[in-house]
């Protein structure tokens, strides 16, 4: 079965296509593309979008995801950009107190 095994940096993507046997799973494809030192643990990976284990079976055509550490928390990147530029209701109340 063909899969593709994508591991994407913020500078350049690697999309790796492979042939796997019958029966071969998320991990199998890691190694087989060469990727192996970049997925450790069942929180980097996952199939078309989706989380998935480095023991779940693969299917043909399936795209094999490494995912990268998240650089900030999306929460509090959120409030920082509320902070600087805010909108809405209460952006309104504080400019008209000012």
Do not use: F
């Amino acid at each position: 079965m063909r899969v593709e095994v994508v591991y994407a940096l913020s500078e350049v993507q690697q999309c790796i296509q492979i042939e796997l046997p019958a029966g071969a799973t998320v991990a199998d494809a890691i190694v087989a593309a060469g990727l192996g030192a970049h997925a450790s643990n069942d929180e980097q990976v996952g199939i078309w979008n989706r989380r998935a284990t480095l023991t779940t079976l693969l299917r043909e055509a399936d795209r094999v995801e490494i995912y990268r550490p998240l650089r900030a928390d999306p929460m509090q990147a959120r409030r920082t950009r509320a902070e600087r530029n805010p909108v809405g209701v209460q952006a309104k109340r504080r400019v008209s107190r000012s």
